[in-house]
């Protein structure tokens, strides 16, 4: 009674909470923390070593919201973090209580809630036609980036690009996923210059025959894909426009555009790359026309801006 009392507490203010603006908040926090489960966040506390006594003064799940609803708020000190623990466990707390759990414990600990909160909200959106689709490979694999700004403050430890003649700091993170066990395979914090090309092959450890892999265009590297078709993955990637493709009979190059204008579709074995000559399927479709329609309006805007 008292562990859904407390969940019901929490998930209350977590809908009560404004930006510093005075603004309602989007509250996308309400969709990772609102139904967080607060006996396995513990566990992993303990697991972890975060929590040693039940008289800890941090709450594991206060820690990790608090410093959620401090960033909303464009806030970045101990002091902040441990204004907005107090406000949501109603009693007081030094910056200093706060500062002191900054450890590797702490660090494993928010690193596996993570993970463990990332893998419920991915294993819902399963349905029978994705497990029929799981059938076909031993597992699947989804190979995903994402750079997250970070304070101005931290760009000599997390240096970023410039902005207006000011330095960002900016973290890459680079996850492996196995959809078929929901897991990670890895969650690897990167530079912001270290390219999702130069991070492909990191993925060659964790992958077996049989395995298909699904990456999007900045990861591909045909050497890589080369390396991956050696060992019977398969993997589905976007083609780049510079790449050419030859036709694996004549070794002629082969006008996509101009096919394209008379067959409208396309499904075939090729060779990709001028030097690699990697033997793939290439499969090309039209586009919906209000996707069509996005995308020129996006190219447009990205060579104006440049």
């Known amino acids: 009674m008292e562990q859904k009392k407390e969940q019901f507490v929490i998930k209350t203010r977590l809908m009560k ?23 396995n966040i ?45 406000i949501m466990s109603g009693k007081s707390l030094s910056k200093q209580a706060v500062e002191d759990r900054m450890n590797a ?33 031993n597992e699947i694999k989804i190979d995903d980036s994402t750079v997250l700004s970070l304070p101005e403050e931290l760009n000599t430890f997390f240096p970023g690009n410039v902005s207006l003649g000011r330095k960002k700091a900016q973290i890459k993170i680079h996850a492996l996923h196995n959809f078929t066990e929901n897991s990670f395979e890895f969650l690897n914090v990167h530079n912001y210059t270290d390219s999702d090309q130069r991070l492909s092959d990191h993925v060659l450890p964790h992958l077996q025959s049989g395995d298909l892999i699904l990456r999007d265009l900045g990861f591909q590297n045909l050497t890589i894909q080369k390396e ?28 996509l555009l101009k096919y394209l204008r008379k067959k409208k579709y396309f499904d075939g074995v ?6 690699e000559k990697v033997q793939m399927r290439l499969v090309i479709q039209p586009l919906h026309k209000e996707i069509a329609d996005e995308r020129r309006r996006k190219a447009i805007h990205e060579e104006t801006a440049e």
């Open 17 to 39: 909470t404004n930006h510093s603006s005075g603004k309602k908040s989007l509250c996308k926090g309400n969709i990772f923390f609102g139904k967080i489960d607060l006996k």
């Open 42 to 86: 513990n566990k992993i506390a303990l697991q972890t070593g975060f929590t040693k006594r039940k008289t800890s003064k941090i709450k594991p799940f206060f820690l990790i919201l608090g410093f959620y609803k401090m960033m909303v708020k464009n806030l970045k000190s101990y002091e902040d973090w441990s204004s907005e623990i107090g």
């Open 105 to 137: 414990a702490t660090s494993k600990m928010i690193r596996l809630v993570f993970e463990d909160k990332l893998n419920s909200i991915l294993s819902s959106s399963c349905n029978n036609k994705v497990a029929q689709i799981r059938g076909k490979f």
């Open 228 to 255: 991956l078709i050696s060992r019977g993955v398969y993997f589905v990637s976007k083609k780049k426009s510079g790449v050419s493709v030859f036709d694996c009979k004549t070794g002629i190059q082969l006008d």
């Open 270 to 275: 090729v060779y990709v790359g001028a030097k």
